[in-house]
């Protein structure tokens, strides 16, 4: 596709579940970024890929949020054991292009009952 | 660490007058990049304006450009000729390089007929 895509766009879970969100770069961008937006908020980083290298995860809230990309395309950021102050919008971002840009794909909201 | 601040949480406009969005900065780098992103209620970021510290001119895109003071660590953004469709939350964003982005708080941004 022409944009960066992300599913599903929606997901509630309840307290305790584990969830996968899934993001979709553009083609043959390297680099990827997954953002945490909570509700009147802006962004906050979480984690960063080049190719499949997580080369930073400092803004992982918890050792229960786990990102991969093992191809060094699609992306997935799992939470387990959900909890209520992981509701939020999950962002995600490729970045490349001629003036090198970080493009947000629509995001996920996921809501902890 | 890198900060940024947007000190006004809602602004409003009138069709087809001008508005100020305000944002500071702290860092201690010299290179960096500024950007304001727009946010709709359908999620999606779009990126509106960027500006690359080293260059000392404002970055313009048609109705919209920015005022960098790089010492005072400002970059404001001015909306001529508001729409309609301007409605929305506007982030104020740093990066450094090809680093993660850091972001404001937002500014909601209403627009009246």
């Known amino acids: 596709g022409a944009g960066v895509s992300q599913s599903p766009r929606y997901k509630v879970a309840k307290r305790g579940q584990d969830v996968a969100l899934r993001c979709d770069p553009i083609s043959g961008h390297v680099s990827l970024f997954w953002y945490q937006q909570a509700l009147g908020q802006g962004p906050e980083f979480l984690t960063y890929f080049q190719n499949e290298a997580q080369l930073d995860k400092s803004g992982l809230p918890s050792d229960r949020f786990f990102a991969e990309r093992p191809e060094g395309s699609v992306s997935t950021l799992k939470i387990q054991r959900t909890q209520q102050e992981d509701s939020a919008v999950y962002l995600c971002?490729?970045?490349?292009?001629?003036?090198?840009?970080?493009?947000f794909g629509p995001g996920t909201r996921l809501t902890v009952t | 660490a890198q900060t940024v601040t947007q000190s006004q949480p809602e602004m409003s406009v009138q069709e087809a007058e001008t508005v100020t969005l305000s944002c500071t900065y702290d860092t201690s780098e010299s290179d960096y990049y500024l950007f304001w992103y727009k946010q709709p209620p359908s999620r999606q970021m779009i990126l509106v304006i960027r500006?690359?510290?080293?260059?000392?001119q404002n970055a313009t895109e048609n109705r919209f450009s920015v005022n960098f003071q790089k010492a005072a660590k400002s970059f404001s953004l001015k909306i001529s000729d508001s729409q309609l469709g301007d409605a929305a939350m506007y982030f104020c964003?740093?990066?450094?390089?090809?680093?993660?982005?850091?972001f404001g708080t937002g500014t909601r941004l209403q627009v009246f007929p």
């Open positions: 971002a490729s970045l490349g292009g001629p003036s090198y840009e970080q493009y």
């Open positions: 964003a740093y990066r450094r390089n090809t680093d993660k982005l850091i």
């Open positions: 500006q690359e510290a080293y260059k000392q």
